[in-house]
């Protein structure tokens, strides 16, 4: 399904059985990898707590946006991805270049995230992934400027959309989430994992090279 250009949700992706397995492997990869709450380079407290799995994670402070290897408070590397996400990015990203990078955020009730772009990787071509477990998000997406109009979209545990081509760089958020919707994760809210690839893509074999 189509909401915008570009923009396509693929509800109930994740059957029960699936849902409940990705939310355990996130969970045990939270005693390595802790979720927390990161800081705006202006020093604003974002209100979802984050952590990461894969080679990569996005991360933000006071010295900017930007990807890193290593979690910031724990200082080792991420989690590895569960092998669900890969495949779920073969059918919905690219089938030959993995994803680098899964942002995990977990939103509490009475969390948000404003309008924002994910501008922070090499490669635009690449599409952003994001899956959803949990309570229901009320999902906002609109253009390539802040000012744009905006649709709404609810966000069901299971769902996986995508953001490409004409919605790649467009400015999207979370208005709310609703309380009570879904029993999955321990003590309510939501968790929402973003696949993307941050870095270049690696050369492909088979692929021309220059003399």
Partial sequence: MEVVPGFTLSPGRLDAKAQADLLNAVLEAAHAAPFHRQVTPGGKPMSVEMTGLGPLSWVTDGRG????????????????????????????????????????????????????????????????????????????????????????????????????GPARLAYHGVDRILPGSSRLVPGGGRINLTLRRARPAPPLAGAPTAD
Wanted: proline letters at 8%.
């Fill in 65 to 164: 946006y930007r990807y890193e290897p290593l979690h910031p408070l724990t200082g080792a590397p991420w989690p590895e991805m569960p092998a669900i996400l890969q495949t779920l990015w073969a059918e919905f990203g690219d089938a030959r270049v993995p994803a680098d990078a899964c942002l995990v955020n977990r939103y509490r009730e009475g969390a948000r995230m404003s309008l924002h772009r994910d501008e922070d990787e090499a490669d635009y071509a690449f599409p952003v992934l994001s899956i959803s477990l949990g309570d229901t998000a009320v999902f906002r997406i609109g253009g390539l400027q802040r000012n744009d109009p905006t649709r709404s979209v609810r966000l069901a545990s299971g769902d996986v959309c995508r953001l490409a």
